[in-house]
Structure formats: structure tokens, C-alpha cells
């Protein structure tokens, strides 16, 4: 079924602007239109008009490459904003307001490079989860624009993170105790992390994670 699928599939656009690689995108739907945003080596955060096929903002305020973009829900939901978040080799994070063309907020805790950026699938989106090459994950608190945990297990740079669907009942703020478990079985660096959902049917839950590996598995 898969194969048929591909094969019977077609390129439907292509959008052109940036200058080098491009590392992440995203897609939203709001006032009646679709959007793209992209983040690229460049230094560039780019939003696009799918259905006119134009590029419509661009921020350059990122003083590195973009490794990962966002839309906000929390913004989007809460605040009716439309607003894109950005990690960067700046070592920052930040909130991009589209309709006014201004940055929004910047978190720059993190000491490296910030890869993957993941909002949370509950409480409106108002948690992000980020990963760097400083070895630690942040979880951070968007309407306060504070970092409410590191966790600092890691041994290595952290390419890609997610936020689990499903909520503890631990209360407790030691984030040194908050690891629960360790899955090995990759022989080299992980590039992509997905939490399952029902959806997946017998291949997987909310209790399964889904990953992506530079030893081709």
C-alpha cells in the first residue's frame, strides 16, 4: 500500500528563496489560508503562502543557522497571534510575530547551539521543550518566559526532543531525578523523535516513541 502510494504521487510545489540548507519547516492554517515557515543555514526564519506560492515574511534577526521552527499554538489559541518560534546556533530561542514583523520574545539560557524545539500537545501549547549541544533540555514556560527545568543527563550534544501526550502526577522539581529511563539500540546519532498516538493502531500508542538514526534505522 505504501509503495503504491509513493509511486502514484506527484511534486505539487516548490518553493525557492533561501540561500542554503534548510533544516526544519512547519505548516499552519489560519484566516483562511496555508502557511509555511522555514528555517534554514542561512540565519533566515521564512514564511510562505502555500496557496500563492509567494514568500511573505522573512526574519533575520538569528546570528546563526536555523535548526528548527515552530508555529505557537499557545500564541495562536490563547492570544489569537500568529506566531513562529526559532532555535538557532546562536544559542537563543525565539518568538517571531508575523503579522507585525517583530521578534516577540528570546530565551537565551542555553550555552550551545539549540537544535530541537518541541511545543507541548497539552495545556494550549503553553510548554517548549528544547534540546542544545550544551548537553541539557529545557522545559520552559511560555506566558512567563521562564525555564522551569534542565535536565542534564546527556552525554552528548541533543539533536531533536518531544513532549510526551501523557502527564505526570510527580510534583517533584529535582530534574537530576527526573530521568526514568534510559532506550539504547541505535549505534549512532539520533536525528528525529516522534511520541506515538492512537492513531498509529498496533504499531504504537502514546507509550511508544518513534526515532530516526544516522545508522539508517
Not at 499552519?28 to 503562502?49: K, M, P, Y
Not at 536555523?66 to 538557532?88: G, L
Not at 498496533?202 to 539508517?216: A, R
Amino acid at each position: 500500500m505504501f509503495d503504491n502510494f509513493c509511486s502514484s504521487s506527484e511534486l505539487l510545489k516548490i518553493l525557492t528563496g533561501h540561500t542554503k540548507i534548510v533544516w526544519s519547516i512547519d505548516y499552519l492554517a489560519f484566516e483562511g489560508g496555508q502557511f509555511i515557515c522555514s528555517g534554514s543555514n542561512d540565519n533566515t526564519v521564512r514564511v510562505w503562502d502555500i496557496d500563492n506560492n509567494k514568500q511573505i515574511q522573512s526574519f533575520n534577526g538569528h546570528s546563526g543557522a536555523v535548526y528548527s521552527v515552530r508555529f505557537s499554538p499557545h500564541h495562536y489559541y490563547n492570544h489569537c497571534q500568529n506566531i513562529i518560534c526559532s532555535s538557532s546556533s546562536d544559542r537563543t530561542i525565539r518568538f517571531w510575530d508575523i503579522k507585525h514583523n517583530r521578534q516577540l520574545q528570546i530565551f537565551d539560557e542555553h550555552t550551545g547551539s539549540v537544535y530541537g524545539i518541541e511545543f507541548s500537545s497539552f495545556s494550549g501549547g503553553r510548554y517548549l521543550c528544547s534540546g542544545s549541544s550544551d548537553k541539557t533540555i529545557r522545559l520552559w514556560d511560555i506566558e512567563t518566559s521562564k525555564s522551569l527545568s534542565i535536565f542534564n543527563r546527556h552525554e552528548n550534544c541533543i539533536c531533536c526532543v518531544d513532549i510526551s501526550p501523557l502527564q505526570s502526577n510527580n510534583n517533584k522539581n529535582d530534574s537530576k531525578s527526573n530521568s526514568i529511563g534510559v532506550i539504547g539500540g541505535h549505534q549512532e546519532r539520533i536525528r528525529s523523535v516522534k511520541y506515538g498516538s492512537s492513531e498509529l493502531g498496533n504499531i504504537g500508542t502514546t507509550n511508544t516513541i518513534l526515532s530516526g538514526s544516522h545508522d539508517k534505522s
